[in-house]
């Protein structure tokens, strides 16, 4: 039995859709208070009444909005237990066509935007006494590659090697440093990539679907409980058996 959730402080940076709201709708359920963050106001608000959360307007690119996003946790929820760098942006392009603008977004808002959320809330973290933090990458880069993400790829291997040192830096503290990497999870972000996408996809996994968002939400739970402490600088991969198979005759 895993120790209550109840009462913890917790912020989901790009909580307002797709996999961040699903683990924001998790740590919700399990008693936790949320602190979701995301660049469209509406769509955040919405969310956030939707989860019983709260909602900041916060771009995680820019280190300001981060800075400010620590301290309306300290204002709403009463400090920072655990945060889930979640935020995360995918816009598709192979190497002949990656513009330098679309790999320096990709590149700001995925290592950047999490360099940022994490750096501005260490203070809280630390004072928490058992501060988590759970990165979203994915199995892409880390794992796998796909033609069309050399970018996104190298932004979420970018996020363990970020995560690697961090754990042991933050490890005297008390904080640990952990992420999930999905597979593919169906998402708002992931539908734009259109039906053909989705149906290779689950062609390729061995369970036969597509992730939900609960399934990262329940992974990123783990990461946060106290029975988790002594787990630092780990991924755990969520993806149907995706990464698994040698051929694609391996799925049958
Ligand atoms: P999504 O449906 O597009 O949702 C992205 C969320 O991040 C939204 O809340 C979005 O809100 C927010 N966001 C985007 N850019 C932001 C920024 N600069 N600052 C703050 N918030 C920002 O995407 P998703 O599929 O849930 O992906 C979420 C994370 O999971 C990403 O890190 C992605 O790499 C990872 N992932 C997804 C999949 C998948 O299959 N879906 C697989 C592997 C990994 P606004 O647009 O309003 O800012």
Redesign the pocket.
């Known amino acids: 039995m895993f120790t209550s959730m109840a009462g913890r402080a917790v912020v989901v ?9 699903g683990i924001a709708a998790v740590f919700a359920r399990s008693g936790a208070r949320v602190l979701i ?4 106001e509406a ?2 608000a919405l969310a956030a009444a939707e989860l019983g959360a709260e909602f900041l307007r ?4 820019s280190k300001r909005d981060c800075e400010q996003m620590a301290v309306t946790a300290a204002e709403r929820l009463g400090g920072i237990d655990v945060l889930c760098a ?5 816009p598709g392009a192979v190497l002949d066509e990656l513009t330098e603008d679309i790999l320096t977004e990709v590149l700001d ?2 290592v950047k ?1 999490t360099f940022f959320a994490v750096q501005a809330c260490l203070p809280a973290l630390r004072a928490s006494g058992r501060g988590r933090i759970v990165v ?5 880069g880390p794992i796998t590659g796909f033609p069309g993400w050399t970018h996104y790829g190298a932004s ?1 291997a970018a996020q363990l090697g970020f995560l690697r040192t961090a754990a042991i830096e933050l490890a005297a503290s008390g904080i640990t440093v952990n992420a999930v990497l ?4 169906r ?4 539908a734009s990539m259109g039906a053909e996408y989705e149906q290779q996809m689950t062609a390729a996994i061995p369970m036969r679907k597509l992730g939900t ?1 609960e399934d990262i939400g329940y992974a990123a739970l783990f990461f946060a409980t106290d029975e988790a402490a002594y787990i630092t600088g780990q991924t755990i991969v969520v993806d149907g058996g995706q990464v698994l198979p040698e051929s694609p005759e391996a799925v049958g």
């Open positions: 940076t790009g909580g307002s859709r797709g996999i961040g709201k963050t995301g660049r469209d769509q955040g916060a771009d995680v690119s979640n935020a995360g942006i995918f808002v995925n935007g979203t990458s994915s199995i892409t979420k999905p597979g593919n999870i998402t708002e972000g992931l968002v």
